[in-house]
């Protein structure tokens, strides 16, 4: 999930930042080098047959109704078409009307050279074939606007005008891009970074691009409600900041999934690929390091790479293996910092302590993080990334607020950082393993139950557990998964009418729908104005960009002068 949100009471205050979950979270890692394999498995999906290729999406967007990568990419397909007919002073009309005929396409597996015109949202560059007439959009990973690139085209998506490719290697680069800036070898053929090759205060821009996009393309709102998009919050480290990575290795050739109950045999005669999915293949690459990770994650990996040196024939099925940061505090003048590192572990200073950070294995282990002076524990398995500085509020409503909501509350990030701020603090998780950490976290940073209190349940039921708190004085805090929230908790949330709501999202674009329907203000409930929106890079070198958005409830006529 995603970001600490501003404080909410006064605009002096802040709060750590940081991505949270309660459950295990996809991969990012990244790679370094042009050229790709040549060829694909014969079986690869063509646009052969009367049917249309099946959308294809990670597991984490299959819940995922509107604000899908394949929406995201249509919106910005069009956005490109119709900028080009305007520019050459034609009529924008729809890009299905003129899509070139399949029949004139080339045959998968051909080699083309394309000018990229445009950089999706999805983080892959969107070219077409210079002089040609041609109005399809081929989807090109790794490159720039401005490159001129050799790709390879895998597919046709039947009847949307646009195709997907390869990326094969750069014939004329763009002033954007200077690949002396990627740090990895892996990079254009592992799927996890795209940016390695822009400069980070352009890599900060267009990621700011990204959340306008996502109010233009899905909030369904007048322009006029929408303020600026302020410019990205950047990462104080670019690299080295991953804590947890998931690396995996495919079974055994020959090896499938069991049928009936029984699997065919199979046995590893080598120690496979470890690593992380090549760029649009099912198929893992060996990645011997990753340098978005911590240094603890990354002499992780290199431990965990040895001991499958050794093991690799106990394992029969492919697997995923866990690293995942654990950070042991020690006051600096005490024993245990000026003593010896034991094997595989890293140390670093921190004010007055001294960090010692190991790599942690065993999902049901649990680890430490520090955040500022908090503590908090979690499942080695969950994801509780700490990144950046997250900014304060803009202004202080004319009444105090006293109480904060925490929906979705995960371990309790926001509940704990932000309780100082606070008369009471309750937050909610459908996890009941999380809210027993959250509740855990509560005690060792000193916040008593009347402080500061957990309760399992789904968010929609929140604020059956909530009347003794004031709407008028509340700010409610949410940081949904990436599908965004449903409809009937938006419509429990307007029936409430918190004074202030805190929206914090690792989906700007299920974000940017949710906040058009409470701006919007439609049916029975509150209605809210937006007062900022801005994005976060939790994730440097990625296309990713976390997004905060701050809302204000609307007072009705003869409500400010009561207030």
């Known amino acids: 999930m995603s970001s600490a949100p501003a404080a909410a009471a006064a605009p002096s205050a802040t709060a750590t930042a940081t991505v949270h979950n309660g459950t295990p979270n996809g991969t990012h890692t990244n790679g370094s080098t042009h050229n790709r394999p040549a060829k694909r498995p014969n079986n690869a999906n063509r646009s052969g047959g009367n049917r249309k290729p099946k959308q294809q999406r990670t597991k984490r967007e299959r819940n995922i109704t509107e604000g899908s990568t394949e929406e995201v990419l249509r919106c910005d397909i069009d956005a490109l078409l119709k900028a080009r007919r305007e520019a050459a002073d034609g009529e924008p009309e729809d890009a299905a009307s003129t899509a070139t005929p399949e029949a004139d396409l080339p045959e998968p597996f051909t080699e083309i050279e394309v000018e990229i015109h445009e950089l999706s949202s999805t983080g892959d560059g969107l070219g077409m074939v210079a002089g040609s007439g041609s109005e399809q959009v081929y989807v090109v990973p790794f490159t720039v606007p401005g490159d001129t690139a050799r790709i390879k085209v895998i597919r046709h ?20 891009r200077d690949d002396a800036r990627v740090r990895c070898r892996y990079f254009a053929r592992c799927g996890g970074c795209q940016f390695q090759m822009l400069d980070y205060a352009e890599q900060l821009r267009r990621k700011r691009r990204i959340v306008v996009k996502a109010y233009d393309n899905f909030a369904n709102l007048p322009r006029a409600l929408v303020p600026e998009v302020r410019d990205t919050i950047g ?37 496979p690929d470890i690593g992380f999915m090549q760029k649009g293949r099912r198929k ?3 990645i011997e390091d990753c340098p978005i990770a911590t240094e603890a994650v990354r002499v992780g990996n290199t431990r965990e790479r040895k001991r499958m040196q050794d093991e690799y024939t106990n394992y029969k099925r492919g697997a995923t293996l866990l690293l995942r940061e654990n950070t042991t505090r020690h006051p600096k003048d005490s024993e245990a910092a000026k003593a010896e590192l034991a094997p595989y572990t890293v140390k670093s200073e921190s004010g007055d302590f001294v960090d010692v950070k190991s790599c942690e294995t065993d999902s049901k282990a649990t680890t430490t993080e520090y ?41 309790g990030l926001f ?28 005690a060792l940073n000193g916040l008593a139950e009347d402080r500061c209190r ?20 509340t700010v409610v805090v949410l940081d949904p998964p990436r599908k965004g929230c449903d409809a009937s908790f ?74």
């Open 454 to 473: 957990f309760i399992a349940a789904d968010a929609g039921e929140l604020f059956r557990s909530v009347a003794a708190y004031d709407p008028d004085e």
């Open 490 to 563: 938006l419509a429990q949330l307007r029936k409430f009418g918190p004074r202030r709501v805190l929206y914090v999202s690792c989906n700007v674009h299920t974000q940017a729908r949710d906040v058009g329907v409470l701006v919007r203000g439609e049916g029975e409930g509150r209605r809210y104005e937006i007062e900022s929106l801005v994005g976060f890079d939790f994730f440097p070198q990625t296309g990713h960009v976390e997004g905060v958005a701050i809302l204000n409830r609307v007072e009705e006529e003869g409500e400010a002068t009561q207030n």
């Open 415 to 442: 509940t704990i950082t932000l309780s100082s701020l606070f008369q009471r603090s309750i937050g909610i998780d459908i996890a009941g393993a999380s809210i027993e950490y959250a509740r855990r976290n509560a």
């Open 157 to 176: 998506v039947r009847g949307e005008g646009h195709s997907h490719a390869d990326f094969v290697s750069v014939t004329m680069p763009s002033p954007l």
């Open 284 to 286: 893992v690459m060996d």
């Open 235 to 271: 990462s104080p480290l670019q690299y080295g900041y991953r804590t947890k990575l998931t690396p995996h290795f495919d079974g055994p050739p020959g090896f499938r999934p069991a049928k009936r109950g029984k699997s065919e045999a199979a046995s590893f005669s080598a120690c």
């Open 371 to 411: 955040i500022d002076d908090y503590i908090f524990t979690n499942p080695a398995g969950s994801f509780f990334q700490n990144t950046a500085p997250a900014p304060a509020a803009d202004r202080t409503p004319t009444r105090p607020i006293k109480y904060l909501i925490d929906a979705y509350s995960g371990s």
